[in-house]
T-cell receptor, first 110, second 114 residues
Framework: DAKTTQPTSMDCAEGRAANLPCNHS???????VYWYRQIHSQGPQYIIHGLKNNETNEMASLIITEDRKSSTLILPHATLRDTAVYYC???????????FGPGTSLSVIP | DTEVTQTPKHLVMGMTNKKSLKCEQH?????MYWYKQKAKKPPELMFVYSYEKLSINESVPSRFSPECPNSSLLNLHLHALQPEDSALYLC?????????????FGPGTRLTVL
């Protein structure tokens, strides 16, 4: 099973880009990288996912390295409402299973 | 409707009680999930239902009993719980089970076992 490692916590100034890294060096060729976030006392929220190409949606951009061993989630203009725990997830072989790692606690500072 | 709803929001129960948590979605999703989340920890998968059949049980104690009466509804029956079972219980759904489908989460039920 591919595992992920993320920084425990990060700070970002409001209005600046937040770049959240994730290492997944044991990822298999057909495994997707997913990002979710969980704002305090709420259920996790899907952000974005990708296989090998960079992806962008209305919430964020996902940059995956060419060897697929790491990725970066980019929130282009962080707001206070983006303060949350961000989880990087690789879907494991039994693809019904989603295993959350410890995640990165992002604090957006005014 | 793009929501997963969970009831109740909060539940306090004694160790001898029997209670149920309810989860509902009307997005036509055919996979539904139960997660348990302790304070300051990530969610942990408990059960997966795919097309109303239990496909994954992550070695959850039998005092937790899931039920999927139809494709929109998922229950978690609780009996003889322990204080360490106190946690946030999250329900999620996805279009189908599969690595391409994102999961939509409900707000959770905060359970306290006395």
């Amino acid at each position: 099973d591919a595992k992920t490692t993320q920084p425990t916590s990060m700070d970002c100034a409001e209005g600046r880009a937040a770049n959240l890294p994730c290492n997944h060096s044991t990822i298999s060729g057909n495994e997707y990288v997913y990002w979710y976030r969980q704002i305090h006392s709420q259920g996790p929220q899907y952000i974005i996912h990708g296989l090998k190409n960079n992806e962008t949606n209305e919430m964020a951009s996902l940059i995956i390295t060419e060897d697929r061993k790491s990725s970066t989630l980019i929130l282009p203009h962080a707001t206070l409402r983006d303060t949350a725990v961000y989880y990087c997830i690789v879907r494991v072989g039994n693809y019904d299973k989603v295993i959350f790692g410890p995640g990165t606690s992002l604090s957006v500072i005014p | 409707d793009t929501e997963v709803t969970q009831t109740p929001k909060h539940l306090v129960m004694g160790m001898t009680n029997k209670k149920s948590l309810k989860c509902e979605q009307h997005m036509g999703h055919r996979a539904m999930y139960w997660y348990k989340q302790k304070a300051k920890k990530p969610p942990e998968l408990m059960f997966v239902y795919s097309y109303e059949k239990l496909s994954i049980n992550e070695s959850v104690p039998s005092r937790f009993s899931p039920e999927c009466p139809n494709s929109s509804l998922l229950n978690l029956h609780l009996h003889a719980l322990q204080p360490e079972d106190s946690a946030l219980y999250l329900c999620a759904s996805s279009q189908t089970s599969g690595r391409y489908n994102e999961q939509f989460f409900g707000p959770g039920t905060r359970l306290t076992v006395l």
